[in-house]
């Protein structure tokens, strides 16, 4: 189960503005772009799921594209509204965490959830796989970005339960900094691919880079869903 104590935490780095990048991930255009042709951008409603302070809810708004955004913090929804109103683009905010959304059936022709459900416990995060392939449009897309089991962030904690991580070591300037005291799912393929068996179509690739010269491998599951 996700800890209070991971929740508050997300809450201190939206007040204070800490680990939430403001510009969109080159991975999610290409995902929107390569399924929802700009010129009918109107026609397709889209669903941020875990949007934080709204760079790509806003981003997509901004082409055209009718988009829905959810995140169990308030503080970070309020920032994203505020953006959104600053930028002349209408975006429908919604409280609501990942494992459990507000929509009916079948609401939206795609589902963004970048860089959020590894924060969640394995049976969260499985409920908000769950919710995606509910969500989707017979025929719809998802992309999911997760971190997985060979990230660097793996060694920076003890292991709690299977696949999961409290991070409770530090290194100077790392990202991982920012997560102390936070739970993290990290997944290897094989129990990635039995959570997302009830898809139509499953695509998963592996992200990595490093940092320090070599020193830290960040490693996550790029994962593409049809439903």
């Known amino acids: 189960m996700k800890s209070r104590q991971t929740e508050d935490k997300w809450e201190h780095l939206y007040r204070h503005d800490l680990g939430t990048p403001r510009y ?48 169990y913090a ?16 209408k975006v429908n905010f919604i409280p609501a965490p990942a494992e459990k959304q507000p929509f009916p059936d079948q609401s939206f022709d795609g589902i963004l959830s970048y860089a959020v459900l590894y924060y969640l416990s394995l049976e969260k995060m499985q409920l908000a796989f769950r919710e995606i392939h509910r969500l989707l449009k017979t025929g719809g897309s998802a992309f999911v970005m997760i971190k997985n089991q060979r990230d660097v962030r793996a ?51 592996e992200m990595t880079t490093t940092l320090e010269n070599g020193s830290y491998l960040e490693a996550a599951w790029l994962v593409h869903l049809t439903r």
């Open 24 to 71: 969109p991930n080159g991975n999610v255009v290409r995902w929107l772009f390569g399924n929802f042709p700009r010129s009918r951008a109107a026609d397709f409603q889209l669903l941020d799921l875990g949007c934080g302070t709204g760079r790509h809810a806003i981003m997509m708004a901004q082409e055209g594209y009718q988009v829905s955004a959810t995140d």
């Open 74 to 89: 308030q503080t970070a929804l309020d920032q994203a509204a505020t953006w959104a109103g600053n930028s002349g683009v």
């Open 155 to 205: 060694s920076k904690g003890r292991e709690i339960a299977p696949h999961q991580i409290l991070i409770d070591q530090t290194d100077d300037a790392m990202p991982w900094n920012n997560e102390q005291g936070m739970q993290l799912t990290l997944l290897p393929r094989a129990k990635l691919s039995e959570i997302c068996q009830g898809f139509s179509g499953v695509m998963i690739d």
